[in-house]
Every structure is written in C-alpha cells, then in structure tokens.
C-alpha cells in the first residue's frame, strides 16, 4: 500500500508562516501531481494548490500571494509555505498525489491521501 504522510502542522500566531511537507511511503514507483487541500470545521475540503510533474503550479484565488507550493522530484517531498497566516486559514490541511503503485503484486494508478495536519492559527 502507499501512504502519503504529512508534516509540519502546528498551531501558529496570526500574522506567522508554517511550511507543510508531505512524502510517500510504501510500494510506488512513479508519482505525477500533487496538491494541497484543506478542510475548515464546518466547511467542505477545497484545493489550496496543486503542481505537475514538470513544475506547473495552480492556485486556488485565496491562496495566491501568500502560499507557494513547490516540489523536490529527487526526495519525493511536496511542501507547501503559507506567509501572513490569518485565523481563517485553520483547517486541516491534506496532501494528494495521483501516482502509480504497486497493490496485490500489480501496478495501479492511484489517487491517494493523507491522514491531515492540523494548522491552528491563535490570535
């Protein structure tokens, strides 16, 4: 199985930064796009940013200018940076990854997900 674990949560003063990483573990060979996703209390999951394979960054209009999104091909990490954390960024922040695995000895293409890190922003 694979599983993409998540770091880098914590609770953080308003106007501070965090930086999420996220890697895979388990029997994967080949990972395409990753992203970033986030679900506040209350609210439904929504992508904060996604990037391609090649470096091809999307945002969503909330997030431009305050997260950046980046990728190291060679550690197989994606991490995302949020500058002037404000209290309505709280939420449970998700990594995604579309790749191919290897599950019951055959390849798949798989979209997985992490477990959460919780970011809290205290005022």
């Known amino acids: 199985q694979v599983q993409l674990m998540e770091s880098g949560g914590g609770s953080v003063q308003a106007g501070g930064s965090l930086r999420l990483s996220c890697v895979p573990s388990?029997?994967?060979?080949?990972?395409?796009?990753m992203a970033w996703y986030r679900q506040a209390p209350g609210n439904q999951r929504e992508l904060v940013a996604s990037?391609?394979?090649?470096?091809?960054?999307k945002y969503a209009d909330f997030a431009k200018g305050r997260f950046t999104i980046s990728r190291n091909n060679t550690r197989n990490t994606v991490h995302l940076q949020v500058n002037g954390l404000t209290p309505e960024d709280t939420a449970v922040y998700y990594c995604?990854?579309?790749?191919?695995?290897?599950?019951?000895?055959?390849?798949?293409?798989?979209?997985?997900w992490g477990q959460g890190t919780l970011v809290t922003i205290l005022t």
């Open positions: 995604n990854a579309d790749l191919w695995g290897v599950v019951d000895g055959r390849d798949r293409y798989l979209e997985d």
């Open positions: 990037i391609t394979e090649s470096g091809t960054r």
């Open positions: 388990g029997d994967w060979f080949s990972i395409l796009d």
